[in-house]
């Protein structure tokens, strides 16, 4: 039995997929009342004509990361658990929940799986947000370091990424992954799906920079052999390929016959929006 948390997430909706299709019970934890729509979806489009056959090999458990007795349930009778649940937000209102799910959850499933007889092994899906900042190339090598600029998100996975060391410290057998930014047919009103919804609505707008992006199935598929392979020590980047978000941009509204982005974000524009943002929310307005 396979454990996946955040199993209604973009990362987890297709992790459980392809541990289905690979012949694995998967126990599938989510919160009380999360959506399960998109995962049928991707489910269907991933597992095709078989997906009945292979969807009875899955067990959905009810609970929360950032309840450690939840954790502990679910983690009990698995053979490996895939830590993929995480709260992704760049708003200042949301650091105290950042430092809950993502560095508070993984500590609840690091000593889960510490006191679990026997131990499951464990892969936690950290980001390369905790790579640090370099003027060149990152590898996994790269230090860590934190600056004024750095996202409270990106501290709160390098937190997180701490807890899943601290784990492999004290005996639990840990494979670490970094994804990028991940890509996919998922919900387009969460994360980097809205790239797709964005560029079917012609979308006018693209950010400055360029970032690097991989394909969620890539993903799963990564973490999977990753496991089978039994490589629990050092962590590893996962990524697709370099990209400018303007060339993504254009790339997607292609494929979707609409409009490409023409026109590029300057600083000041993210700084009146953050401003108007706050103003509607002070006020109430929607």
């Known amino acids: 039995m396979d454990l996946v948390t955040g199993a209604t997430g973009l990362s987890g909706s297709y992790?459980?997929?392809?541990?289905?299709?690979?012949g694995r019970?998967?126990?599938?934890?989510?919160?009380?009342?999360?959506?399960r729509s998109w995962f049928h979806r991707i489910a269907w489009l991933e597992l095709g004509a078989n997906a009945d056959m292979f969807l009875q090999n899955l067990e959905w458990f009810e609970g929360d990361v950032i309840h450690a007795d939840d954790v502990q349930?679910?983690?009990n009778g698995c053979e490996?658990?895939?830590?993929?649940?995480a709260l992704v937000s760049f708003r200042d209102g949301d650091k105290e929940e950042l430092m809950r799910v993502n560095v508070g959850g993984t500590a609840h499933v690091v000593n889960a799986c510490l006191y679990a007889q026997p131990q499951p092994e464990l892969c936690h899906f950290s980001s390369t947000a905790t790579m640090g900042k370099a003027d060149g190339l990152i590898d996994e090598s790269t230090t860590y370091v934190s600056d004024e600029d750095t996202s409270f998100y990106a501290r709160s996975k390098y937190q997180a990424e701490l807890e899943a060391i601290r784990g492999r410290e004290e005996g639990l057998k840990v494979a670490i992954i970094n994804?990028?930014?991940i890509l996919g047919f998922g919900n387009t009103d969460r994360?980097?799906?809205?790239?797709?919804?964005?560029?079917r609505q012609s979308f006018p707008f693209y950010p400055p920079g360029s970032n690097a992006f991989v394909d969620v199935r890539d993903v799963a598929a990564y973490a999977v052999e990753l496991m089978e392979s039994k490589v629990f020590s050092n962590r590893f980047l996962c990524i697709g390929?370099?990209?400018?978000?303007?060339?993504?941009?254009?790339?997607?509204?292609?494929?979707?016959?609409?409009?490409?982005p023409r026109i590029g974000v300057q600083p000041w524009m993210v700084e009146v929006a953050w401003r108007l943002t706050s103003v509607t929310r002070y006020?109430?307005?929607p």
Not at 191 to 199: E, I, K, L, V
Not at 243 to 260: L, R, S, V
Request: some cysteine; charged content about 25%.
């Open 15 to 22: 992790l459980v997929c392809r541990l289905l299709k690979s």
């Open 25 to 35: 019970r998967v126990r599938a934890l989510h919160r009380p009342g999360s959506d």
């Open 73 to 75: 349930d679910a983690v």
């Open 80 to 85: 490996r658990v895939y830590h993929t649940a």
């Open 179 to 181: 994804p990028c930014i």
């Open 191 to 199: 994360g980097p799906s809205r790239f797709f919804r964005n560029a």
């Open 241 to 260: 390929f370099n990209a400018t978000y303007k060339a993504i941009f254009t790339e997607m509204a292609e494929e979707f016959n609409t409009k490409p």
């Open 283 to 285: 006020l109430g307005i």
